[in-house]
């Protein structure tokens, strides 16, 4: 049985700062895939992408990541322009992919599957209940928040959120995606009240101020580091969470696992693109964290 699979969609990426513009392949999908290359586990990607894009999906193969590649007429395209503060960022998406259904969604056996959703049309409820009948299900709640109107990405509470959450075991969303979620500002509170609607861990990050996990009651602040440059922010969060689930996968304890995601993402922070580092090299950065206390 596989320790991990993914499910998701790889994007085209423009991205846009104040000091460049690239284009690049990009997506959940890709970025956390990309993390876990250089990671010991047994691990799969289920992704969707149209016929002239496979070249992406085969340059990931040849780096050893496993990968089953479902037939889509197009392949996601999405344009992410940050300002000079890269916490946040305005996207405009010029190309769609196929859904992810309970009928198209091969069979697969998994300790855990990791959803990352692109936009709320991407997976289907009956989909991520029924993963949940065969392993762990972690959720990055991003893409069911976010609906398109004249190619601009708006953000809306997602509707099937009492029906599905009982059955997310981890679930991470930023500040902001708390916020629609929970109408609140809090993030103890809106921590609070995704885990009254069923989710077992809950996770907030909150870009350079660290992040929040919330599981049996206890609250726990994780650091952030300050990264030595801010190059590229895009992927920190599927980066994190690549770095928390390895961890999940291992038998760590909740504060373990987020500080593993919070150190690689501080050094994906650093270059541009994916993650390129190697277990040694989060554990030396991790090294220098202050320790976690229940807060």
């Not at 994190?240 to 690689?264: H, I, Q, W």
Request: hydrophobic share 40%.
């Amino acid at each position: 049985m596989l320790e991990l699979c993914a499910v998701g969609h790889i994007t085209l990426d423009k991205i846009q700062t104040t000091r460049s513009v690239k284009y690049m392949p990009g997506g959940t999908a890709w970025y956390f895939s990309k993390a876990l290359r250089n990671l010991n586990m047994e691990y799969l990607l289920v992704t969707a992408v149209g016929a002239t894009e496979m070249n992406i999906v085969e340059d990931l193969q040849q780096e050893g990541i496993n990968i089953i590649s479902l037939p889509s007429e197009h392949t996601v395209y999405f344009e992410n322009i940050y300002p000079e503060n890269q916490d946040h960022r305005e996207q405009n998406v010029h190309n769609t992919a196929d859904p992810f259904t309970l009928e198209n969604m091969p069979v697969i056996d998994a300790g855990i599957f990791h959803l990352g959703p692109l936009l709320n049309s991407d997976l289907t409820a009956e989909l991520m209940i029924d993963l949940a009948k065969k392993g762990i299900v972690s959720l990055d709640i991003q893409g069911l928040l976010r609906f398109t109107e004249n190619r601009k990405v708006y953000y809306k509470d997602w509707v099937d959120k009492c029906k599905v959450l009982p059955y997310i075991s981890i679930l991470k969303a930023n500040e902001y995606e708390m916020e629609i979620l929970t109408g609140t500002t809090d993030v103890r509170q809106g921590a609070k009240m995704l885990a009254d609607l069923g989710v077992k861990e809950v996770i907030i990050t909150c870009g350079s101020k660290g992040s929040l996990i919330y599981t049996g009651d206890i609250f726990m602040n994780i650091p952030a580091l300050v990264p030595e440059k801010t190059i590229d922010t895009t992927g920190c969060g599927d980066t994190y969470m690549a770095g928390y689930l390895y961890k999940k996968v291992k038998g760590a304890t909740p504060e373990e696992c987020g500080l593993f995601g919070a150190a690689m993402a501080t050094l994906k922070i650093q270059s541009f693109g994916p993650f390129h580092g190697t277990i040694a090299d989060v554990e030396k950065l991790i090294a220098t964290l202050p320790s976690v206390n229940p807060a």
